[in-house]
């Protein structure tokens, strides 16, 4: 564990260490940037996931997530490009078993990630790390364990209109309290976008888990429509998805979610 820990330290303290000089695409724009996962774009995402009924549960249960993602363009003296993302979450969650529907309230883990990009013709990669933090105030909103992880995500934008990508995150366990379970987990989101003219686009964006430890596993698929606007001079992005879980094993996670997104883009 240690040598893991030593490791994970050193790849979140080296990440950053790739120099890309053309990660702002003047060809790309705000449209298409809004709905691009590693573009140079910083944005304040602001999504709530409701679910109506739970496998294993019989109550509802309401996620708010609040995500600051910032585009950091290399420049001197720190030449390097870096994407980095922290997003809080507060949840109104079913609890799993319980015979009089009940429901609990708290805030969730505190997540980071951080990747430096590449930018290629043909669309981007990037690596890095991922981190969680044990900011629950309920036990049954977070994991009530600190975790650390590699990370990394590939853009293909080859295809004009359409948008390609995949963002992978394996964080396990470093520390935390005993009583609370060992976890090494996969988050995988496949992510398409296609752009329809005036802004508009259909997009699937529904985030596979895959915990190891617990032999467990999450797979959702969604659909969502979206448009990029204005309000006032503030460029905004808003999108609408409907989400259902396909696959399912050895854990209680919603059967179908209504999620809706709306972000604040801040180009330069």
């Known amino acids: 564990m240690k040598t893991k820990l030593f490791f994970l330290i050193h790849l979140l303290a080296f990440a950053p260490l790739v120099y890309s000089s053309d990660w702002d695409d003047p060809h790309e724009d705000i449209i298409h940037r809004a ?13 709530d996931l409701y679910t109506p009924k739970n496998f294993g549960a019989c109550s509802s249960s309401n996620i708010g997530r609040i995500k600051a993602i910032e585009a950091i363009k290399a420049q001197e003296p720190f030449p390097f490009d870096i994407f980095l993302r922290q997003t809080i979450q507060v949840q109104n969650v079913a609890v799993s078993p319980s015979t009089n529907c009940e429901r609990q309230f708290g805030f969730g883990d505190t997540q980071f990630l951080v990747l430096n990009i590449y930018a290629y013709e043909w669309g981007r990669w990037g690596f890095g790390a991922t981190a969680i933090f044990p900011t629950a105030t309920r036990p049954s909103t977070g994991q009530g364990k600190w975790q650390l992880g590699p990370a990394g995500g590939i853009t293909i934008l080859a295809v004009p209109d359409w948008q390609f990508h995949l963002l992978l995150q394996n964080a396990f366990t470093f520390a935390g309290p005993h009583n609370r379970p060992y976890i090494n ?25 895959i915990t190891w430890s617990s032999n467990s596993a999450t797979i959702p698929v969604n659909l969502g429509l979206g448009r990029v606007f204005d309000i006032f001079t503030q460029k905004v992005n808003f999108t609408a998805y409907s989400q259902w879980t396909a696959y399912h094993r050895n854990t209680s996670t919603a059967k179908w979610t209504l999620k809706v997104e709306l972000d604040m883009l801040f180009p330069d």
């Open 35 to 47: 709905t691009d996962e590693t573009a140079y774009l910083s944005k304040l995402q602001m999504l």
């Open 185 to 209: 987990q996969l988050l995988c989101q496949p992510i398409i976008s296609h752009h329809l003219g005036d802004g508009w686009y259909l997009r699937s964006d529904a985030e596979w888990t």
